[in-house]
């Protein structure tokens, strides 16, 4: 039988895992074809800081 892990703990465990992937989002942005006319989207996962540097780029 597994033993009952504290929320004292467990809250101290998600602190030693700051970096996990609960600071990554994925964004998705419509890039339009210039010789088509046709949209297309762009999905990557980034860092929450990165996201306006993202919607900033052209293409």
């Known amino acids: 039988m597994a033993k009952k892990v ?3 703990a467990r809250v101290a ?3 030693a895992n700051a970096g996990s992937g609960k600071d ?3 964004v998705v942005k419509a890039v339009k074809d ?3 006319g046709k949209y297309t989207y762009k ?3 980034v ?3 990165k996201v306006k540097d993202f919607f900033a780029d052209v293409k």
Request: no cysteine.
């Open 43 to 45: 999905q990557m996962i």
């Open 34 to 36: 210039p010789v088509t």
């Open 47 to 49: 860092h929450k800081d």
């Open 24 to 26: 990554h989002v994925k």
């Open 13 to 15: 465990q998600r602190a």
């Open 6 to 8: 504290s929320k004292n």
